[in-house]
């Protein structure tokens, strides 16, 4: 960022020109043309200045808290049928000056669980506002205060893979010291299930390489996330070490173990008893119903997630695919 205005504060002294712009919240200038801003994430506006876009729903945008005063957000279609696949939501949460912003989850928390968070909300609570936030994922509730180091806050919401319930969170204005200082850098205890690209650090101990898109190695791949059905992820995540990296390139992953899975034999029987619940007169319990429930969604699973389909006890996309496979394996032989 800093190598960002040197240059162009280079070219205004050299073409004496003044299209230059002042950017906002860790935002820098465009190297190609000096009066465009290159935002962080969640942040937009040709300086930055507030809350990004949303693509997809109608959701985020920026808010101003008051003290003690609770005010709540909450992930596309939360009270309905949840949120859908390729939404995306940002919200800018500011405080008064000399507060802070205290977050906090509320309700029902559930989204795609992988090694990595692929369908996420994340908070940035560092003061620099270009770090990778917290990201929580999976169906734990994170049980805790999340307090930010200054009075803003930006708050991201990404559905890249599946649909599922979301989140709700409320955020208010406080006095109490930030979550990073409390929490040793957010990796100390009880910090839940969140899973995070690159950690948060206090301001001013990172250094960076001089450049930009300088890439540390791959790590190693994670295990999958699924058994079987090429329903499952793995992923594999590098760190940006320069002080710029423009190209989003920090985690890669995909589909794995593409053996179907088996269909359980006894489904008919529980389809059957699972009927009897719904009828008044069945005199089932609860708690049996409860449990049936349990079994009927491992039956309606199918052997495949799309889009892949079964064939020949594997998952495959396409007829060709398959033919290819087996014409390597015979090519092999």
């Not at 507030?50 to 945008?61: E, F, H, L, T, V």
């Not at 003690?68 to 940002?90: A, H, M």
């Not at 006095?175 to 969140?194: D, E, F, K, Y």
Request: net charge neutral; charged share 20%.
């Amino acid at each position: 960022m800093a190598v960002n205005k040197a240059y162009c504060a280079d070219q205004i002294n050299v073409a004496g020109s003044r299209n230059f712009t002042h950017c906002l919240n860790d935002g820098y200038s465009n190297p190609s043309r000096c009066s465009e801003c290159i935002c962080p994430s969640g942040y937009g506006g040709s300086k930055c200045e507030r809350a990004q876009k949303s693509r997809n729903a109608i959701c985020g945008g920026d808010l101003s808290l008051e003290l003690d005063t609770w005010e709540q957000l909450e992930s596309p279609g939360y009270s309905k049928d949840g949120y859908e696949v390729g939404q995306q939501c940002n919200w800018v949460v500011r405080s008064p000056q000399g507060t802070r912003v205290m977050a906090e989850f509320i309700n029902d928390f559930s989204m795609f669980c992988g090694n990595i968070c692929l369908d996420y909300v994340e908070l940035k609570l560092a003061t620099d506002q270009r770090l990778t936030g917290a990201r929580f994922c999976c169906d734990q509730r994170f049980a805790g205060q999340l307090i930010s180091e200054h009075n803003q806050m930006a708050i991201l919401f990404r559905a890249q893979l599946s649909q599922d319930i979301g989140f709700q969170i409320r955020v208010r204005a406080t006095r109490l010291p930030a979550s990073i200082q409390r929490m040793g850098g957010l990796n100390g205890p009880n910090t839940g299930n969140r899973t995070t690209e690159e950690a948060p650090t206090p301001l001013g101990l990172k250094t960076f390489l001089p450049g930009k898109d300088i890439w540390g190695e791959w790590g190693p791949w994670s295990d999958c996330s699924r058994p079987c059905g090429g329903c499952g992820i793995r992923s594999r995540t590098r760190t940006c070490l320069s002080e710029v990296c423009l190209s989003d390139k920090s985690y890669e992953s995909s589909a794995c173990n593409f053996l179907a899975c088996p269909i359980r034999p006894n489904c008919h029987k529980i389809l059957f008893l699972s009927r009897l619940c719904h009828q008044s007169d069945a005199g089932a319990t609860s708690q049996n119903c409860s449990q049936m429930a349990q079994q009927l969604a491992q039956c309606t699973q199918p052997s495949c997630c799309p889009p892949f389909y079964a064939l020949n006890g594997k998952c495959v996309q396409t007829q060709f695919e398959e033919g290819q496979k087996e014409t390597e394996m015979s090519n092999r032989n």
